[in-house]
């Protein structure tokens, strides 16, 4: 698939016989930081890029690469993350990197533990960025599936505002996977990753989903060799069922990548979408 400069109006020195009106503040420039730490490990950075003018009212989307929750980096996601920076230009956008499975480290729960972390750094250096804690999700592949499961279980505080999944998985106990899928096989067999019926459930955004999740935007490819339909048809009508705001492409002749016709009209939905509910 695809520096904060802080000018003040002058101010008389004695202000207790100033009688002009408080100091304003000038519209704050564009900012970027790269790989910001948001933990202990190398994995545990993101790029932040924060908008010309913006205020505490600044909505934030976040960026989900995917990888098969074993491989992949932010950098996957910079084409989406130009477009954002061109088409909605008064959100702020945090691409992020996480720690990645391996025979030692399952990725959950690890990689949710990492979009804490990142929630948690963002709201502690809110007044330094000039954003606000309402934040959106844009998510690809096992990125997708990752927002998801963190937005309808792990956002205790409600500040997600939309989440956008690509092709993302939803139901690991979807029959379609529990017969025989090689991408679920190599995760369950080579990182030990219980495959008990409740905890599937537990990894599974389609179980843990509930009226209160976020308006969700999903997208999927009717050829997808990885991602079965069932993953996009099923998860949309839990969501219409729950009377949870929702929009649902199905590009049918697509695989797990799509081309660029579908992926001009993916953009332009996703585009409204984010314009309805986060912007």
């Known amino acids: 698939m695809l520096f904060i400069s802080i000018n003040f109006f002058s101010c008389s020195e004695?202000?207790?016989?100033?009688?002009?009106?408080?100091?304003?503040?000038?519209?704050?420039?564009?900012?970027?930081?790269?790989?910001?730490?948001?933990?202990t490990d190398n994995d545990q950075v993101f790029d932040i890029y924060l908008p010309a003018n913006r205020t505490l009212q600044t909505k934030v989307m976040i960026l989900i690469h995917g990888g098969g929750w074993t491989s992949g980096d932010k950098t996957d996601m910079n084409d989406l993350k130009?477009?954002?920076?061109?088409?909605?230009?008064?959100?702020?956008?945090?691409?992020?990197?996480?720690?990645?499975?391996?025979?030692?480290?399952?990725p959950y729960p690890m990689q949710i533990n990492d979009i804490t972390s990142v929630i948690e750094f963002l709201n502690n250096n809110q007044s330094e960025?000039?954003?606000?804690?309402?934040?959106?999700?844009?998510?690809?592949?096992?990125?997708?599936?990752?927002?998801?499961?963190?937005c309808y279980?792990?956002?205790t505080n409600n500040n997600s505002k939309m989440v956008a999944s690509i092709?993302?998985?939803?139901?690991?106990?979807?029959?379609a996977y529990l017969t025989s899928n090689p991408v679920l096989d190599e995760i369950l067999e080579t990182y030990g990753i219980d495959t008990s019926i409740p905890f599937l459930e537990e990894i599974s955004p389609y179980h843990q989903v509930t009226s209160a999740a976020p308006p969700t935007i999903l997208?999927?490819?009717?050829?997808?060799?990885?991602?079965?339909?069932?993953?996009?048809?099923?998860?949309e009508s839990k969501l219409t069922?729950?009377?949870?705001?929702?929009?649902?492409?199905?590009?049918?002749?697509?695989?797990?990548?799509?081309?660029?016709?579908?992926?001009?009209?993916?953009?332009?939905?996703l585009k409204t979408f984010t314009q309805t509910h986060l912007e």
């Open 82 to 106: 130009e477009l954002m920076r061109q088409d909605l230009p008064n959100i702020a956008i945090v691409n992020m990197n996480y720690r990645l499975a391996d025979e030692n480290n399952s």
């Open 153 to 155: 279980a792990f956002d």
């Open 219 to 235: 997208f999927y490819g009717g050829q997808d060799p990885l991602i079965p339909t069932s993953q996009g048809v099923d998860m």
């Open 14 to 39: 004695d202000e207790s016989t100033n009688t002009n009106p408080p100091q304003e503040q000038v519209a704050l420039e564009f900012r970027q930081e790269l790989n910001v730490s948001y933990g």
């Open 241 to 269: 069922t729950l009377n949870v705001i929702n929009e649902f492409t199905l590009y049918e002749n697509s695989g797990h990548d799509f081309g660029i016709i579908e992926l001009v009209d993916a953009w332009n939905k």
């Open 167 to 175: 092709v993302g998985p939803t139901n690991f106990t979807d029959p």
């Open 129 to 150: 960025y000039v954003i606000s804690d309402d934040i959106g999700f844009l998510g690809g592949s096992a990125g997708a599936h990752l927002a998801m499961l963190w």
